[in-house]
């Protein structure tokens, strides 16, 4: 049976198709920018650095286009792919686990998201590729650009505690917003590093691959541990 067939995606919930789209254009995207052992030797490609440009006034690459609050208003949003809020925003979601007495998927939620984000460190170290220098950062950097840790780990946190809080809801709408929510902040965090010339679109792309990977990876496991429980439940009341 074809894996993206009709019966395939009626045996899965909304919010892990919503996942698995994202996860495929992400692919798609970064098959476009032809990443991979190229970026190992050290190539920048003619498509990152046309798209970093086009972002900058043509007389002065350092003045990012659009008014001057545009400016600011990307750089509180790309805050949101920071360490400081993941980290709050995970905290947060897993003391609301706790609180609901679901201890395991608090457990899991941590687990997930703090793997997530050493595999990102691991990455930086593995690619070590630099940050652009076409144009002026508008923020200060200081680490590796492949691929972003923004992007990866914003993709990462959003789209796991997305997914998870998802899985959840009974309700079809409520699910399909969540996952909507967690799509859009992972896709502003990640094009708003393009926009201050911090990463290559090449680095946010690979980032949301590599994200959207895990967190599909963890929404299947999360699938795999619960069904036991499930079984367990429908066992005992049809007792």
Same mark, same amino acid.
């Given at each position: 049976?074809?894996?993206?067939?009709?019966?395939?995606?009626?045996?899965?919930?909304?919010?892990?198709? $919503? !996942? $698995?789209?994202?996860?495929?254009?992400?692919?798609?995207?970064?098959?476009?920018?032809?990443?991979?052992?190229?970026?190992?030797?050290?190539d920048?490609?003619?498509?990152?650095?046309? $798209?970093l440009?086009?972002?900058?006034?043509?007389?002065?690459?350092?003045?990012?286009?659009?008014?001057?609050?545009?400016?600011?208003?990307i750089?509180?949003?790309?805050?949101?792919?920071?360490?400081t809020?993941l980290?709050?925003?995970? %905290? !947060?979601?897993?003391?609301?686990?706790?609180?609901?007495r679901?201890?395991?998927?608090?457990?899991?939620?941590?687990?997930?998201?703090?793997?997530?984000?050493?595999?990102?460190?691991?990455?930086?170290?593995?690619?070590?590729?630099?940050?652009?220098?076409?144009?002026?950062?508008? %923020?200060?950097?200081?680490?590796?650009?492949?691929?972003s840790?923004?992007?990866?780990?914003?993709?990462?946190?959003?789209?796991?505690? @997305?997914?998870?809080?998802a899985?959840a809801?009974?309700?079809?709408? %409520?699910?399909?917003? !969540?996952?909507?929510v967690?799509? !859009?902040?992972?896709?502003t965090?990640?094009?708003?590093?393009?926009y201050?010339?911090?990463?290559?679109?090449?680095?946010?792309?690979?980032?949301w691959?590599? @994200?959207?990977?895990?967190?599909?990876?963890?929404?299947?496991?999360?699938?795999?541990?619960?069904?036991?429980?499930?079984?367990?439940?429908?066992? $005992?009341?049809?007792?």
């Open positions: 049976m074809p894996l993206f067939s009709a019966p395939f995606f009626a045996r899965h919930r909304i919010d892990s198709r $919503i !996942l $698995i789209v994202f996860l495929g254009a992400a692919v798609g995207a970064f098959i476009f920018l032809r990443l991979g052992s190229e970026i190992r030797e050290g920048s490609f003619a498509l990152d650095k046309l $798209i440009q086009a972002f900058r006034e043509p007389t002065n690459t350092a003045v990012p286009i659009g008014p001057v609050w545009l400016r600011t208003a750089i509180d949003l790309t805050a949101l792919g920071g360490v809020i980290t709050l925003l995970t %905290v !947060l979601t897993a003391g609301y686990l706790l609180a609901s679901k201890t395991g998927t608090a457990i899991f939620l941590v687990l997930a998201i703090s793997g997530g984000a050493l595999l990102s460190k691991l990455l930086k170290f593995g690619y070590a590729r630099p940050r652009p220098d076409v144009v002026a950062h508008l %923020v200060d950097v200081h680490s590796l650009s492949f691929p840790g923004h992007a990866m780990n914003s993709a990462i946190t959003y789209l796991t505690i @997305g997914a998870l809080l899985r809801e009974a309700d079809r709408t %409520v699910r399909i917003f !969540l996952m909507a967690a799509i !859009l902040l992972t896709l965090v990640g094009f708003s590093r393009v201050l010339g911090v990463h290559w679109p090449s680095d946010v792309v690979g980032g691959c590599v @994200g959207a990977s895990w967190a599909a990876l963890c929404s299947l496991v999360a699938r795999t541990l619960q069904r036991p429980k499930a079984n367990e439940a429908a066992t $005992i009341s049809a007792v």
